[in-house]
């Protein structure tokens, strides 16, 4: 028998006996040759802890501002004050753009992730927050990240605590899981310096889990990580989750190099590192119950296999993003629900439109 047959069989073993994978499992994982076999076992344990629910949600990204200190060379978002197509929404823009997106009688959730803003106090990302609760308050809101957030405490003067309670009594009912990255010090002090340290990432989860603020994670692959960095950042969350188990889903993104500073230097992930990316997350990730197959990035084709790589969540209609578009994302800027709703069950699968705790509003 050839060694990978060996590396793999050893895993499946482990994976029935009901025990842990090491780190070095995770590294195992990533050299084995076998896609297939890979995806085939991380959808065997999908199925046996989700069933065949597939979520998503009926969503709307609202991106306050793009306008960015932190100046991070893998995005292609952020602007300074001065530059070509900055922008910043006043208190009224940001209602004017729900209400737009209001027209889908189905929305349920809005998204709320944006740029730290140089000039713009807490108080400023608060009043916008509150001013978009009050106008839709039937709206789930998830918003702002382990990244802004800590920019908001130092900004204030607040603890992390109290910028917490804070953004929950304005509205906030679960963070959003961008600005983790990798969560290593050598990769972030490459990439992006001027924001959040791992530690201060995996401090705010902390913190709104201690609260009952429910949380997601994400990962930023494709870059300059190396692969047992990309296995010590699933172990990290997993780390936290065990301590906490706050986090909701898993979100791997691979990264999307135009228009960003290492857009020469890097090229983008193959559909099969994706595919065996989102299928190792779900074997590492033991206590995750959800693996976010995120279509913006992936495209929706690819998604949809990934649902067989052991994901079952696809996000949602996702109206209006902008972030990753920038970014050259290929996939459209939205999807209908039917057209959501078409792609799961291709596969057999069933349904399920959530809200951002990932309470079911309708299986179809």
């Not at 605590?161 to 969560?183: C, H, M, P, Y």
Request: hydrophobic share 40%.
């Amino acid at each position: 028998m050839h060694s990978d047959d060996l590396d793999i069989l050893d895993i499946e073993k482990k994976i029935e006996r009901g025990k842990r994978l090491t780190h070095e499992d995770g590294v195992r994982l990533f050299a084995c040759p076998d896609i297939a076999r890979i995806g085939a076992l991380a959808d065997r344990v999908r199925q046996e802890k989700c069933g065949d629910i597939v979520y998503y949600n009926v969503n709307c990204h609202v991106n306050l501002t793009n306008i960015c200190t932190a100046h991070c060379k893998f995005c292609a978002f952020g602007r300074d004050a001065e530059d070509q197509g900055a922008y910043e929404m006043s208190v009224d823009e940001a209602v004017a753009h729900v209400a737009d997106a209001m027209r889908d009688p189905h929305l349920a959730g809005l998204h709320v992730v944006s740029g730290l803003h140089p000039d713009w106090t807490f108080d400023d990302y608060l009043l916008r927050l509150a001013a978009l609760h009050k106008a839709f308050p039937s709206l789930y809101l998830k918003g702002f990240t382990g990244v802004e957030i800590t920019h908001f405490a130092k900004t204030s003067g607040l603890s992390v605590k109290e910028v917490l309670l804070r953004l929950r009594d304005a509205g906030l009912q679960s963070i959003a899981g961008g600005g983790a990255e990798i969560l290593t010090d050598r990769v972030r002090g490459e990439l992006c310096p001027n924001k959040a340290t791992a530690d201060e990432w995996l401090a705010v989860a902390h913190t709104a889990h201690e609260l009952g603020i429910k949380t997601n994670a994400s990962m930023l692959y494709g870059h300059i990580e190396t692969i047992e960095e990309r296995v010590t950042h699933m172990l990290r969350l997993r780390d936290l989750q065990d301590e906490t188990g706050g986090f909701q889903t898993f979100i791997p993104f691979p990264f999307l190099p135009s228009n960003t500073e290492l857009g020469q230097k890097v090229k983008q992930t193959s559909m099969w590192d994706d595919l065996r990316t989102i299928a190792i997350s779900r074997l590492m990730l033991d206590n995750f119950c959800n693996i976010k197959a995120y279509w913006v990035m992936l495209t929706v084709p690819v998604a949809q296999v990934a649902l067989c790589f052991g994901a079952n969540d696809i996000d949602g209609t996702v109206h209006k993003e902008t972030i990753l578009h920038d970014a050259g994302a290929k996939s459209p800027r939205a999807l209908s629900e039917d057209h959501i709703i078409r792609v799961i069950r291709e596969i057999g699968r069933t349904p399920a439109a959530c809200d951002s705790n990932f309470n079911i509003i309708e299986t179809y």
